[in-house]
């Protein structure tokens, strides 16, 4: 199985500023990569597919970048809907997921 | 509008077995690709089964030769049997949909909770 790695495991930010979160794949798996966020009690949701690829819907200020092995969710400017566990999920073979970032309000 | 509703979950002794449902709207599950994935109470997600366009099926190692997945064109219907389960199969499965055999998950029913307990 390819493993998935988030970083970091959590973080504390303020409403508007820019967030990052890594995630990093055992081995390369091209751009299968796609990002959901799931709130305490609810379903995940898809933000991003195929590495860069803004699900409809989805705000702006998200954007996924990366290839082979290193990729980046990014938040431009955090908003209070935006306070979530985030997860990466590689889509190239047996759908394997990361162990998730929780982003909290400071 | 896609919509996915579980059904099934509840409370089963180790080693019992349990089905359960997912009732589709929106699209026509026997010309989908649809998965299951499960996730632990206070832990991550972990794909479990797909099955395919074409009646394809597969298994996360963690339950192939336990739990079946399955469709009924009838009702729309996609199901998960499981059996012989075990503690670490507690968990709200996730019925979900995928656009194509790329395991991206489009769309996500609200989930049902299994608990394995004696």
């Known amino acids: 199985d390819i493993q998935m790695t988030q970083s970091p495991s959590s973080l504390s930010a303020s409403v508007g500023d820019r967030v990052t979160i890594s995630c990093r794949a055992s081995?390369?798996?091209?751009?299968?990569l796609n990002w959901y966020h799931q709130k305490s009690g609810e379903a995940p949701k898809l933000l991003m597919y195929?590495?860069?690829n803004l699900q409809s819907g989805v705000p702006s200020r998200f954007s996924g970048s990366g290839s082979g092995t290193d990729f980046t969710l990014t938040i431009s400017s955090l908003q209070p809907e935006d306070f979530a566990t985030y997860y990466c999920q590689q889509s190239y073979t047996a759908p394997t997921f990361g162990q998730g970032t929780k982003v909290e309000i400071k | 509008e896609v919509q996915l509703v579980e059904s099934g979950g509840g409370l089963i002794q180790p080693g019992g077995s349990l089905r359960l449902s997912c009732a589709a709207s929106?699209?026509?599950?026997?010309?989908?690709?649809m998965s299951w994935v499960r996730q632990a109470p206070g832990k991550g997600l972990e794909w479990v089964s797909a099955?395919?366009?074409?009646?394809?099926?597969y298994y996360a190692d963690s339950v192939r030769g336990r739990f079946t997945i399955s469709s009924d064109n009838s009702k729309n219907a996609l199901y998960l049997q499981m059996n012989n389960l075990r503690d670490e199969d507690t968990a709200v499965y996730y019925c979900?949909?995928?656009?194509?055999?790329?395991?991206?998950?489009?769309?996500w029913g609200q989930g049902a909770l299994v608990t394995v307990s004696s």
């Open positions: 081995q390369s798996i091209g751009r299968a």
């Open positions: 195929d590495a860069s």
């Open positions: 099955l395919y366009s074409g009646g394809t099926t």
């Open positions: 979900a949909k995928q656009t194509s055999t790329s395991t991206t998950f489009h769309y």
């Open positions: 929106g699209f026509t599950v026997m010309y989908n690709y």
